[in-house]
Each structure stands twice: as C-alpha cells, then as structure tokens.
C-alpha cells in the first residue's frame, strides 16, 4: 500500500513562489497517476493539476494553469508541484493523490491514496 507525504507548505506573500513534494512509500510511484488538490476553509475540495505516469500532458486546473507546473522524478518516488505567482485565493490546505488508473484524472473518486496535506497561506 502506498503512503503519501506531502511538504513544502508554509506562509508566503502574494507573487512569491512555493514548491510542494508529495513523496511516496510502501510501492514504487512509477505507475501511478498522480493528482494535486486543495481545500480551502469552509470550501469543497477542488482539483488543480493531474500527471500520468510518464508525466506527458498533465492537465491544470484554469485557475493555476501558466503558474503552476507539475513534475515528478520516478526515480525518487516524488512528485513536485511547483507554484509561482500565488495569490491570496490559492490559500488552501493542498493533498497530493495517487491512482493506478492511466489519465489526467480529476475525480476525488478516481484516486486510492492520500496524503494528509500541507497548507499553503498566501498573504496579501
């Protein structure tokens, strides 16, 4: 069973830049498709970004798309979210997510393994 643990997460100013790592344990992360959600206070979890397994075409929410850049090293069983640009809206707990299914997933549904999260607090 694989076991996520996301970090990364901290309390940065509107326009600065933070980089998540989801790493992985207990299985190899290669054939995994990977997603990143976020859940802001007193909102519905909401999806940013999914990766195949071989990373090829990852699909962004609108919201992130251009700021946000998703990349993942097999090797190392981990995935990273790169988030540049933030604004005080991306404040939100974030969770990565793992799923055996092949596709830019973006159903909560569609995935087996979670995280417990890392927050993200951007001031204005």
């Known amino acids: 069973q694989v076991q996520l643990v996301e970090s990364g997460g901290g309390l940065v100013q509107a326009g600065e830049s933070l980089r998540l790592s989801c790493a992985a344990s207990g299985g190899s992360f290669s054939r995994y498709t990977v997603g990143w959600f976020r859940q802001a206070p007193g909102k519905e979890r909401e999806f940013v970004v999914a990766s195949t397994w071989n990373g090829d075409s990852p699909y962004y929410a609108d919201s992130v798309k251009g700021r946000f850049t998703i990349s993942r090293d097999n090797a190392e069983n981990t995935v990273y979210l790169q988030m540049s640009s933030l604004k005080p809206e991306d404040t939100a707990v974030y969770s990565c997510?793992?799923?055996?299914?092949?596709?830019?997933?973006?159903?909560?549904?569609?995935?087996?393994?979670w995280g417990q999260g890392t927050q993200v607090t951007v001031s204005s």
């Open positions: 997510a793992a799923s055996l299914l092949y596709g830019t997933l973006r159903r909560d549904e569609e995935y087996t393994y």
